[in-house]
């Protein structure tokens, strides 16, 4: 949503360090002419004079009828670059914007930092967009907020300064971590090739339904979409067994330990994602929240917000959720392992360490 910057802001004029020498030397001349009542000391005490009048009304005009939005390009991850933009937009008829900038704060960054804009911002709907990247430092909810936007157009003798409180804010999932699978140790492991009636990527049609949005356009079925009206998509049986639901346990007996219990986080989405990527993620469940499926990415990035949000239980029950019937789901649950490291454990066999 676009913001108007002038005038529903509150506005100051502070003179930069060129501006004060200016109006010490105005002062000064000014009293000068009073004192001598000299012609010529009062037509440069004039011309000293239009010229800071002539710099405030120039930087009021060009601030006024810019529009702007802040705009957060997630997904962010704790150590990793992230991206928030600022995009302009001159409502002016005629006049274009030049030299404006903005201050910047964020969780991670405790000092502003100053954007500016280097190229002219033309009249008649002209666009332009800022960049900032940094690195957010933990996970959570990371608040941007524009602090203020500045002009020194344009002699750079005063600052005009509209005073904003704007804030946006997005999730930081956890950082990637490296970790150690190990062999499967269980005897009742499917065979690979072997096709079960759960949607996959084989060639066995198991159904279909109505498009959603995040669906590859390979998968839609137009034969079915031109009798019915509306797109439809394939869904195809599987050729594995293996499909986890993935549950944590995020009581403060089980993790006591602080820097274990971020470990912990990094390595449920790291693995889930890895196997996201390999089709085998059924669903997810925290603590006695009920299982959450996982069929598209967004369902995956679900689960990320949740755990990017995820406080050690301090009271309350967790409950282990149901594999289904017949154990068509593996539990894969985690445990610490030693004092700094994290276990996951596939019904109850060791599977990876981190």
Partial sequence: MWSILYPRRRQRFLPTLSGTLLITVTIGIGVAAYNTS????????SLLLSCLILSGLLSWMNVARVVWRVTPRPPWRVGQTAVVAIELKNNKRLLPTYAL?????GRSIRTPVRLTLHDRLEPGGGEAKLEWTFRPLHRGRERVELVSVGSLFPF???????VTRVREEAWVWPAPVEYQRHAPTDAARSMAGETVARIGQSDDLLALRRYEQGDSHRLIHWKASARLGHLMVRQHAR???????????????????PDQFELLCS?????????????????????????QPVRRLRDLEAFFDRVAALEPLESGTTVRPSTGRGGAQRLLTFAPDGTRGVAAFVDGNRTATA
Avoid: H
């Fill in 239 to 257: 050729e594995t067994q293996e499909a986890y639901l993935l549950w944590l346990d995020s009581t403060a007996a089980a993790w006591p330990r």
């Fill in 101 to 105: 900038t903005f201050e910047v704060l």
């Fill in 156 to 162: 750079g003798f005063l600052r005009k300064s509209i």
């Fill in 38 to 45: 000299n012609n010529i000391l009062f037509i440069t005490l």
């Fill in 267 to 291: 390595f449920a989405t790291t693995f889930a994602e890895d196997l996201f990527r390999e089709g085998r993620l059924a669903g997810f469940a925290v603590n006695a929240e009920p299982v």
